[in-house]
């Protein structure tokens, strides 16, 4: 875990914001797909993360409040408590398809980031109502041949799957 005072960015450009539309089960392994898109539509980042880590993300979807907080709220609760300020999640960089996220936050005037796993990060940004952006840099590198209709397909099958 690495902790940096906070770069600005060299340009506002470099950074595309996205959400969370949607939580996918994986048929072929034990894993979810968080489903992150622009909000135009136009620009499309699925990220494979474990199946308790897009649990988490979707629970976070669903404002569910669990018996007992989990470790995201925990690590809100802590934030709030001490006065700090979660501002924005940026997923980084990628690398043989694992992806990289930091976590920019504020607390008296000091700006920090944290490097964090996206399934983290994302789950994080949800609980505490702040931006998720990735770089223009991730979103060129990420494969993107037929994506959209390979999400699609993969959703129709979650929704039949999930009637059955």
Not at 47 to 52: N, T, Y
Not at 83 to 97: A, F, L, M, N, Q
Not at 100 to 120: E, N, Q, V
Request: hydrophobic residues 45%; proline residues 4%.
């Amino acid at each position: 875990m690495t902790m940096d005072a906070a770069a600005p960015q060299n340009e506002a450009s470099e950074l595309v914001a996205l959400s969370v539309k949607q939580v996918l089960d994986d048929g072929n392994t034990d894993t979810r797909i968080v489903v992150l898109k622009s909000e135009d539509a136009s620009v499309t980042l699925p990220i494979w993360v474990g199946s308790s880590e897009g649990n988490a993300i979707r629970l976070a979807m669903e404002h569910v409040v669990t018996p007992r907080p989990m470790s995201h709220d925990l690590i809100r609760s802590f934030a709030d408590h001490l006065g700090v300020r979660i501002e924005r999640v940026v997923i980084t960089d990628v690398k043989s398809s694992t992806y990289y996220a930091s976590i920019a936050f504020a607390s008296k005037g000091l700006h920090r980031t944290l490097d964090a796993r996206p399934s983290d990060a994302i789950a994080l940004a949800l609980r505490a109502g702040c931006p998720i952006y990735a770089t223009q840099d991730v979103l060129n590198r990420r494969t993107a041949v037929h994506l959209d209709a390979w999400i699609n397909k993969l959703d129709a099958n979650n929704t039949e799957t999930q009637q059955a």
